[in-house]
C-alpha cells in the first residue's frame, strides 16, 4: 500500500467516522438501558430474586406505593435499596425515599420511629410500620395495605378461657401480639353480656373454657356457623369427673361431625428430645394441606385431646332417609391436618410417672389431634358467588400460651391456622432461600488444575498469539 497524502487523508477520515459511530452507539446503548432493563438471577436458589408470592402479590397492586426509610446508615440504605429494587423492577411506581432522623427528631418521635432503618409505606392513604427488612414483612405489609376489608378476631370470655390480653402463662397475650403484626384486630367477646356475635368477624375462637356455656351461648355459636362463621375451637383433654366435661358444647361438637376422645395423647418419642413428660405431643410430619403448606418444623403440643369424626360422618348409609338428607346439608369436609405417630396413645388412666400402654382401656395411635372442616356455602348477596367455611378444631391449645409459644415451629403453625381461616392461605409464609452458592468447593485435583490453567496455561496461549502475530508481521 502506496502511502501518500490522499491516503493519509482518507485514514484520518476514517478514523473520525469511526469515533463517531462509536460514540453514537455508547449513547444508543445508555439511552436504550435506562427504558429496557434485563436482569439474570444465575445464583443457585434465586435468592436474588422475588419469591412467586411476592410477584403474585405485586400484580394485584393497582395504586402507587410510596416507601420512606428512616436512616443515615450507609449500610443500611444499601440493603433497603437491594430489597425494594426487586419490588421495583416488577412495578415501577413503587417509590423509596431516605430521611435522617437526626434532622428533626421531633417528628420522628411523633411518627413512633424506634429503630434505625423502620420504614413506613403508603398505599391509597393508608399506611403500615415495618421494623424488619425482609421479603416475608415487606410482602405481608404490602397485602395488608391493599386488603379492602379488616380481619378481626374475637376470643370468647366469660368461661375461664384463655386471654388474648393477659400475660398468665396459659394466656395467649404474646401470640396476640403477634397477631397484631400481622394485621388482625383482636377484641374479646362475652356472649352472656352482648347476647350477639357481630357480623363482621373474621374468625372466632374459643380457648378451652372451663366452664359451661349457657345454653342460650351455645345457640348463638350454633347460629354463627349455621351462617357460615368461621371457627377456631381451642379444646382441652376431657375431665369425665365433671358434670358437663364438654362445658355445655357438646351440642356445637355434634353439628361439627367431631368428638373429643377420653383421656390425654401419650407420645413416647419425647424422650428422644429431652422431655420427661409423657403427656406432650411432638408432631413432626405433615399432610398436603392449605394450612401445612411448605411447612416442615417440629411442632409441640402439651397435654392435647384426641378428636375423631363422629360415627354418621363417616357411613352415609346408616340412618333413614331423612336423617341421610340432614346429614349431608350440614355436614362438613373433615381433615386431620395434625396426627402423631404410630406408637403415641391415649392414656384413660390418671397419669403417672411411668405409664404404660393398655389394650383394654387406651387407644393406640396415630391420634388426631387437629382437625380442618370446610364446606361450601351460597353467598347471599351473590347468587352466583360460593363462600368456604372454614373450621379447625384442635385438642391443645397450651401449643400457642406465652409458656409453650416458643417451642420449635409452634408460633408460625398458630399463624397459619389464622391465616388460612382468614383466607389469606396464599400469604402464609416466603420461605426464606439458603445461600448455598456462596462457597466454592473444590478438591484438591480441580484445585491444581485450575491454578496450572491460569499459571501456565493462558500466559502461554498470549505468548504463542503473539509470537504468531509478530511472525507474520515481520515477514510482510
Do not use: C
Request: hydrophobic share 40%; glycine share 6%; net charge negative.
Amino acid at each position: 500500500m502506496d502511502i501518500n497524502s490522499h491516503s493519509t487523508q482518507s485514514l484520518k477520515w476514517q478514523n473520525i467516522l469511526f469515533a463517531i459511530q462509536f460514540l453514537i452507539i455508547i449513547g444508543l446503548l445508555a439511552f436504550l438501558s435506562n427504558r429496557y432493563v434485563y436482569l439474570a438471577d444465575w445464583t443457585a436458589n434465586n435468592q436474588n430474586s422475588l419469591n412467586e408470592i411476592s410477584l403474585q402479590l405485586l400484580k394485584t397492586i393497582e395504586a402507587p406505593v410510596e416507601i420512606i426509610s428512616y436512616t443515615s446508615n450507609t449500610a443500611i440504605k444499601q440493603s433497603v435499596r437491594e430489597l425494594v429494587g426487586r419490588y421495583q423492577h416488577i412495578k415501577s411506581d413503587i417509590s423509596l425515599k431516605f430521611i435522617n432522623p437526626n434532622t428533626n427528631p421531633d417528628d420522628i418521635r411523633s411518627l413512633n420511629i424506634v429503630v434505625d432503618g423502620e420504614m413506613i409505606i403508603h398505599y391509597q392513604g393508608r399506611q403500615e410500620h415495618l421494623t424488619e427488612l425482609s421479603e416475608q414483612d415487606l410482602s405481608n405489609t404490602l397485602h395488608r395495605l391493599m386488603r379492602a376489608k379488616e380481619r378481626k378476631i374475637l376470643f370468647i370470655q366469660g368461661h375461664g378461657e384463655r386471654s388474648p390480653n393477659h400475660e398468665a402463662n396459659f394466656d395467649l397475650k404474646t401470640f396476640s401480639h403477634h397477631l397484631e403484626k400481622q394485621g388482625f384486630l383482636i377484641d374479646t367477646l362475652n356472649l352472656a353480656k352482648t347476647m350477639r356475635i357481630p357480623g363482621n368477624v373474621s374468625v372466632l375462637v374459643i380457648a378451652g373454657p372451663q366452664a359451661a356455656f349457657l345454653p342460650g351461648e351455645v345457640r348463638l355459636i350454633i347460629d354463627y356457623i349455621n351462617s357460615g362463621g368461621n371457627l377456631l375451637w381451642l379444646g382441652e383433654p376431657l375431665r369425665i369427673t365433671q358434670n358437663q366435661p364438654m362445658h355445655g358444647l357438646l351440642p356445637l361438637a355434634e353439628l361439627l361431625g367431631i368428638e373429643f376422645l377420653d383421656g390425654v395423647v401419650v407420645d413416647p418419642t419425647t424422650e428422644q428430645y429431652g422431655i420427661s413428660r409423657p403427656d406432650y405431643a411432638i408432631i413432626t410430619e405433615y399432610p398436603r394441606h392449605p394450612v401445612n403448606n411448605g411447612f416442615s418444623t417440629v411442632t409441640l403440643y402439651p397435654q392435647a385431646a384426641g378428636i375423631e369424626r363422629l360415627p354418621y360422618y363417616l357411613d352415609d348409609n346408616k340412618g333413614s332417609e331423612q336423617s341421610q338428607s340432614s346429614s349431608r346439608k350440614q355436614a362438613f369436609d373433615i381433615v386431620p391436618f395434625l396426627t402423631t405417630i404410630e406408637r403415641s396413645w391415649v392414656e384413660t388412666s390418671p397419669l403417672k410417672e411411668q405409664v404404660h400402654y393398655s389394650e383394654l382401656l387406651d387407644i393406640i395411635g396415630p391420634i388426631n389431634i387437629g382437625m380442618v372442616l370446610s364446606r361450601q356455602l351460597a353467598n347471599e348477596f351473590k347468587s352466583n358467588k360460593v363462600k368456604e367455611q372454614r373450621i379447625i378444631v384442635m385438642g391443645d391449645g397450651d401449643f400457642l400460651s406465652n409458656t409453650f409459644l416458643g417451642n420449635a415451629g409452634n408460633l408460625d403453625m398458630g399463624m397459619n391456622i389464622f391465616n388460612w381461616l382468614s383466607h389469606d392461605e396464599q400469604f402464609i409464609a416466603i420461605p426464606t432461600r439458603v445461600k448455598d452458592d456462596v462457597i466454592l468447593d473444590m478438591s484438591p485435583v480441580m484445585l491444581s488444575l485450575l491454578g496450572a490453567f491460569f499459571l501456565f496455561l493462558v500466559p502461554a496461549i498470549l505468548i504463542l498469539s503473539g509470537s504468531i502475530i509478530w511472525f507474520k508481521r515481520r515477514n510482510r
